[in-house]
């Protein structure tokens, strides 16, 4: 399936945008040619993930995301 796969978990407060966040990431890492696998797609994230880049950025506009490397 995947040559080499990393793991973006992403963590916050009820209603802080993750999901949001999620589709973003999804959207930008399939435009640079990763294949990406959303868990959790079939439910509440399917409906983030058929937003436009545009409307994500609506969303996310003023929403601070700090991202850390985790060398496992």
């Given at each position: 399936?995947?040559?080499?796969?990393?793991?973006?978990s992403?963590?916050?407060?009820?209603?802080s945008?993750?999901?949001?966040?999620?589709?973003?990431?999804?959207?930008?890492?399939?435009?640079?040619?990763?294949?990406?696998?959303?868990?959790?797609?079939e439910?509440?994230?399917?409906?983030?993930?058929?937003?436009?880049?545009?409307?994500?950025?609506?969303?996310?506009?003023?929403?601070?995301?700090?991202?850390?490397?985790?060398?496992?």
């Amino acid at each position: 399936m995947y040559a080499d796969k990393i793991i973006v978990s992403v963590t916050g407060p009820d209603h802080s945008g993750k999901g949001h966040v999620v589709a973003a990431i999804a959207h930008q890492l399939e435009k640079l040619g990763c294949e990406v696998l959303v868990q959790g797609a079939e439910t509440h994230n399917a409906s983030k993930l058929a937003k436009t880049d545009e409307a994500l950025a609506e969303r996310l506009k003023g929403v601070g995301v700090v991202l850390t490397e985790m060398r496992t």
